[in-house]
């Protein structure tokens, strides 16, 4: 999506619960962390994966590590390259395009899914989603907000009561992490979010699945037409 400067991921201190969550296993556990430092902005497109690093920090032999990096790699989140080794995948700009509309629609379809069946209860948790980004955005604190943003649509699609489109919806996203934390870096573009989201609530609150949907599918349209704003500056 944009040039960056190849660099070995430094590794963070070791996780304390590793040691509690003994039900897990390896390769599961450095998946889930990788990803989360994709997330975090911890590691960026481009950065090294060392084997050795990471086997180091979790304790553990390479097996595993490899285990984690072949399931990451068919994620579509890291790339192996002969004789360098594995790399942080790096979004081009036609993949963010087909990943943003591929992820408008199972947006809309959440939306359609949600509008009917969705609980006072539930309207309520969301208002109380809307409360938390806003108060994120006014500190100015983007990786609370994109930590926040992400659980919002999350929370969505997950209340929409389809097991599968809930699945499809977190490997795209997965692969989103990848380039949208551009798009939270700076406040550019919080506060017409912010309202989209509450249009999106407010549609939701009339139970009409159009309209929910449509709201929806426009704020992640949105989302890329501000992301390629920011990048072509």
């Given at each position: 999506?944009?040039?960056?400067?190849?660099?070995?991921?430094?590794?963070?201190?070791?996780?304390?619960?590793?040691?509690?969550?003994?039900?897990?296993?390896?390769?599961?556990?450095?998946?889930?962390?990788?990803?989360?430092?994709?997330?975090?902005?911890?590691?960026?497109?481009?950065?090294?994966?060392?084997?050795?690093?990471?086997?180091?920090?979790?304790?553990?032999?390479r097996a595993p590590i490899r285990e984690a990096f072949r399931a990451l790699e068919e994620a579509g989140l890291v790339k192996l390259e002969?004789?360098?080794?594995?790399?942080?995948?790096?979004?081009?700009?036609?993949?963010?395009?087909?990943?943003?509309?591929?992820?408008?629609?199972?947006?809309?379809?959440?939306?359609?899914?949600?509008?009917?069946?969705?609980?006072?209860?539930?309207?309520?948790?969301?208002?109380?989603?809307?409360?938390?980004?806003?108060?994120?955005?006014?500190?100015?604190?983007?990786?609370?907000?994109?930590?926040?943003?992400?659980?919002?649509?999350?929370?969505?699609?997950?209340?929409?009561?389809?097991?599968?489109?809930?699945?499809?919806?977190?490997?795209?996203?997965?692969?989103?992490?990848?380039?949208?934390?551009?798009?939270?870096?700076?406040?550019?573009?919080?506060?017409?979010?912010?309202?989209?989201?509450?249009?999106?609530?407010?549609?939701?609150?009339?139970?009409?699945?159009?309209?929910?949907?449509?709201?929806?599918?426009?704020?992640?349209?949105?989302?890329?037409?501000?992301?390629?704003?920011?990048?072509?500056?």
């Amino acid at each position: 999506m944009h040039p960056t400067s190849r660099r070995t991921a430094r590794m963070p201190a070791p996780l304390s619960q590793l040691e509690i969550l003994q039900t897990r296993s390896v390769p599961d556990l450095v998946r889930e962390e990788i990803v989360r430092l994709i997330m975090t902005g911890e590691l960026t497109a481009g950065d090294k994966l060392n084997e050795l690093d990471f086997a180091q920090r979790f304790r553990v032999s390479r097996a595993p590590i490899r285990e984690a990096f072949r399931a990451l790699e068919e994620a579509g989140l890291v790339k192996l390259e002969k004789n360098r080794g594995v790399f942080v995948r790096e979004i081009t700009q036609p993949e963010a395009q087909e990943l943003y509309e591929l992820r408008a629609t199972l947006a809309e379809m959440a939306g359609r899914q949600l509008a009917p069946r969705i609980t006072t209860a539930e309207l309520a948790e969301l208002d109380g989603w809307l409360v938390r980004l806003s108060q994120a955005a006014s500190l100015g604190d983007m990786a609370q907000y994109f930590g926040l943003n992400i659980g919002f649509h999350d929370r969505m699609v997950e209340m929409a009561g389809n097991a599968t489109l809930l699945e499809f919806y977190r490997m795209v996203i997965g692969r989103m992490h990848l380039m949208r934390r551009h798009n939270f870096s700076v406040s550019l573009g919080s506060e017409q979010s912010q309202a989209e989201h509450r249009a999106i609530v407010e549609a939701l609150k009339t139970g009409d699945p159009v309209r929910a949907g449509a709201a929806m599918h426009t704020h992640v349209t949105n989302g890329y037409r501000r992301l390629s704003a920011l990048l072509q500056r």
